[in-house]
């Protein structure tokens, strides 16, 4: 699986950005899928997860600091995952990666891979 992310940018506080991952590979539906962040000088957190599909409704996960503001979703009709981030705030300023399990549901293990990292940018 190769995951290319983007959609990065400088935006104002306030501001909406969508981030998009395409992903190759025939597995891509059954993978589970993540966004994780990087700000300056602290370590990569994962904000936001999505299920692989499991003939169910995908479960997800969203980080405290993102819940209410931004959605993950996915089309695995484009192979493509996204990330919806509303009323960003400076705080949200980071690079952001998108990433995939080798399982239908995430988990604390680092992921099996990663795409390159997309810049997002808030200013006040």
């Known amino acids: 699986v190769q995951l290319q992310a983007s959609g990065g940018g400088l935006v104002q506080a306030g501001d909406s950005l969508r981030l998009s991952c395409a992903a190759s590979g025939r597995t891509f539906s059954s993978y589970a899928m993540g966004w994780f962040r990087q700000a300056p000088g602290k370590e990569r957190e994962l904000i936001a997860s999505?299920?692989?599909?499991?003939?169910?409704?995908?479960?997800?996960y969203y980080r405290e600091s993102v819940k209410g503001r931004f959605t993950i979703s996915r089309d695995n009709g484009e192979n493509t995952l996204y990330l919806r981030m509303n009323n960003l705030k400076p705080e949200d300023t980071a690079v952001y990666y998108c990433a995939s399990w080798r399982t239908i549901l995430w988990s604390t293990s680092a992921p099996d891979y990663w795409g390159q990292g997309t810049l997002v940018t808030v200013s006040s």
């Open positions: 999505i299920s692989g599909l499991s003939g169910r409704d995908f479960a997800t």
